[in-house]
């Protein structure tokens, strides 16, 4: 790769970032970004590197690649549709990795590689640690392909495919185990920010008009996996509670098959709830920016809200806030993963689920918390 030298140590660089898998391609400038659902953890920590990656020390230029693979139930879509709110995007490319396996998907999918690779980069990092993963990092053939050490991949063959292995150490939030990755970039800074732009769309505006001038809390009760679901009636009887106590109504989100699950809700609340219009994953970012506070289970929408700073009041069942919870100071995650016998399973093998075991009063109580500290 050419290198052009604008000062003493400084020059031009190059680094591509892989994650899960659809593969969702972004060029970033200079700095770096990446993950709705299973997703969105991994793009938030990409935009956290990105912004981190080159801190300007002199009138260097440094365009960044970042080429990131989704894994979810979010379309390929929506996925680049979120990174348009990336800050410092150039350009990206969303490839269905379903289509690949023939005809015009494949075809696409060659002429992206071959893109990737004529980009000559300096650094390729593999934020997801899959043996697809690691083979897509590498195949890309940069000068360095950097990814987790064997005790830290789901899947650890992907050990194999790295030059670069940099140990995150006692690092247990995914967001900074990710940030340990750009070690050998030497980027020190762990500071996570989020470079979003925060659109003002028409369905944002409708529901800032609509909840004025008291505002509105954010329920999102859907999940990808059945386990991670709170019962809709706790979340309807919540609702009703924060009418009362806070003087606000809640805002149900519902996605693709959820519509049922947010009437739930609503029939539930006793009128202190409504369910939102129909949103597309940007919408998402408006509306919950601009929410008092939001209460989810662990699913995109909830990631999402972190990323933009809104107050959260988390419920877990079968996986560890801990590892991908909300980070913020004075946001709370209510687990039950403890006691949970299907850690990481979609589905549960009991006939009571654990984040069953959370009830109206102990949310309530965390909501009266997470309130009393925005002040």
């Known amino acids: 790769m050419t290198r052009s030298k604008t000062g003493d140590d400084s020059f031009d660089r190059k680094f591509s970032v892989h ?14 970004a990446h993950r709705q659902g299973d997703g969105v953890i991994t793009i938030w920590s990409g935009s956290a590197a990105r912004y981190h990656l080159l801190l300007p020390s002199s009138d260097a230029e440094a365009p960044a690649i970042f080429a990131g693979t989704v894994e979810g139930n979010a379309p390929v879509d929506s996925i680049v549709e979120l990174l348009d709110l990336v800050r410092g995007l150039d350009r990206r490319i969303g490839v269905d990795p379903r289509a690949i396996r023939h005809g015009e998907g494949r075809r696409r999918f060659r002429e992206t590689l071959r893109e990737l690779r004529r980009a000559d980069y300096d650094a390729v990092i593999d934020l997801q ?16 392909t950097i990814g987790f ?13 790295y030059t670069v292995a940099p140990d995150p150490g006692d690092a247990t939030h ?18 996570v920010r989020f470079p979003l732009e925060i659109p003002r769309s028409s369905t944002v505006l409708q529901v800032a008009d609509r909840f004025q001038p008291d505002g509105y809390v954010l ?3 859907g999940a990808a996996w059945p386990n991670k679901q709170w019962p809709p009636e ?15 109504r809640s805002l149900v989100l519902w996605g693709p098959g959820e519509q049922e699950i947010a009437h739930r809700v609503v029939a539930a609340s006793g009128g202190a ?3 939102s219009p129909p949103t597309t994953i940007t919408d998402i970012v408006g509306v919950a920016r601009g929410a008092r506070l939001m209460i989810s289970g662990d699913t995109g929408p909830l990631h999402i809200a972190a990323a933009v700073g809104t107050p959260i009041v988390a419920l877990y069942g079968p996986t560890y806030p801990e590892r991908n919870g909300p980070w913020g100071l004075n946001d709370i995650a209510i687990s039950r993963v403890q ?12 006939t009571e689920r654990c984040i069953d075991d959370i009830d109206v009063a102990e949310v309530m109580s965390a909501v009266h918390r997470r309130m009393g500290a925005c002040g």
């Open 19 to 32: 994650g899960q898998a659809p593969l969702a391609d972004e060029q970033l400038r200079d700095r770096l």
């Open 129 to 144: 640690g899959l043996l697809k993963s690691a083979m897509l990092a590498r195949s890309v053939r940069g000068r360095t």
């Open 149 to 161: 050490p064997r005790r830290h991949l789901r899947e650890p063959f992907a050990r194999l495919f």
């Open 174 to 191: 995914v967001i900074y185990k990710n940030l340990a990755l750009l070690v050998p970039l030497k980027v020190e800074d762990r500071r």
């Open 219 to 221: 329920i999102n009760p």
């Open 234 to 248: 706790r979340f309807g009887e919540v609702a009703s509670a924060i009418a009362r106590d806070f003087g606000c």
């Open 273 to 275: 709830a409504e369910s």
């Open 339 to 350: 006691q949970c016998a299907c850690v990481h399973e979609r589905k549960c093998r009991k």
